[in-house]
């Protein structure tokens, strides 16, 4: 795999891209064409199965044509140092939505609204448990497998800061929300530096675990209760994370953890540009953001 040729990995990957864009976009339609969509639990499990597919055909796909297996997990669960550096990470993320906010809402000042994030209506445990899995469970492990496990690892040959950053960049656009860009590519930062400085991919799936269902819960709040409980609520939680996540970043930097490590400059490391030269990448990048805005003019349009 090292010696195979980098634009050939990029293009390769490009196809999983293609394929990862593909079975999300039309695996619901042809299930709603089938009546799957009628009860809401039974498309839940839908989107479920799509999602999974979603990242399992691109890592076969991937894994075949570059020959690469990579040994992804170890016997040994996350540790206490560990669980810091991903309350840590959660205080960034905050940040970085905090950041976000404020950008939405200075273009919504001059017009340019985007529509708010919600869930649909839950009115059942079963619909609740669904909906968690489908919402923080499944992302965290099979978005992880396939970014974080072959993507990522993929790059690290031409050097671990092109591999984080060219990394982030694709999870950014595999997602649908033009809105929350500097988040998900913040998000694709930290989740790719906290796996290569621990080694460990469990640690980026809890991560990614504890940012999703910290996101599901603040709106299945807003959902169930007045706006000033809810408020209050993610207000609490939040304030509980930036402290908690203020502390462990000031236990990493006394402890010397330098979780953005692979960010320095350090070593050969091919240029991020390189991406844009690779035509069955570049086709792969134009579908997922083909997608992107499709998702964002059917938003707009309702």
């Known amino acids: 795999m090292k010696n195979t040729p980098l634009k050939y990995r990029l293009n390769v990957i490009g196809g999983g891209l293609i394929i990862f864009v593909c079975l999300r976009l039309y695996l619901p339609q042809l299930a709603r064409m089938a009546g799957l969509g009628a009860n809401f639990n039974i498309w839940l499990l839908v989107c479920m199965a799509t999602l999974v597919l979603a990242c399992i055909l691109p890592i076969a796909f991937i894994e075949r044509m570059c020959d690469f297996h990579p040994m992804l997990f170890k016997k040994q669960l996350p540790q206490t140092q560990d669980l810091l550096m991903v309350m840590g990470s959660m205080f960034i993320f905050i940040a970085l939505a905090m950041v976000n906010s404020i950008l939405v809402t200075l273009l919504g000042k001059v017009g340019i609204v985007f529509p708010a994030q919600t869930l649909e209506p839950i009115n ?64 694709g930062i930290v989740l790719a530096c906290i796996y290569l400085y621990t080694g460990n991919i469990y640690v980026s799936m809890l991560l990614h675990f504890v940012n999703n269902a910290y996101s599901f819960i603040i709106l ?31 236990w990493m930097k006394k402890n010397g953890v330098t979780l953005f490590e692979s960010l320095q400059k350090s070593g050969k490391n091919s240029k991020v540009s390189k991406i844009f030269t690779c035509p069955i990448m570049v086709l792969g990048l134009l579908c997922c953001l083909m997608s992107v805005f499709a998702q964002l003019y059917a938003d707009l349009a309702v």
Do not use: D, K
């Not at 809810?230 to 994370?241: H, P, Q, R, T, Y």
């Open 124 to 187: 059942s445990t079963l619909t609740l448990v669904l909906y968690f899995v489908y919402s923080a469970v499944i992302p965290a492990i099979f978005e992880e497998l396939f970014m974080r496990g072959i993507v990522l690892n993929l790059l690290l040959p031409n050097g671990r800061r092109f591999a984080v950053i060219t990394s982030a960049l694709i999870f950014t656009v595999m997602h649908t929300q033009v809105q929350s860009f500097i988040p998900v590519f913040g998000a």
């Open 220 to 250: 299945y709040m807003q959902q169930r209760v007045n706006g000033i409980s809810a408020m209050g609520f993610a207000s609490f939680v939040m304030a509980v994370i930036i402290v908690g996540g203020g502390c462990s970043l000031w």
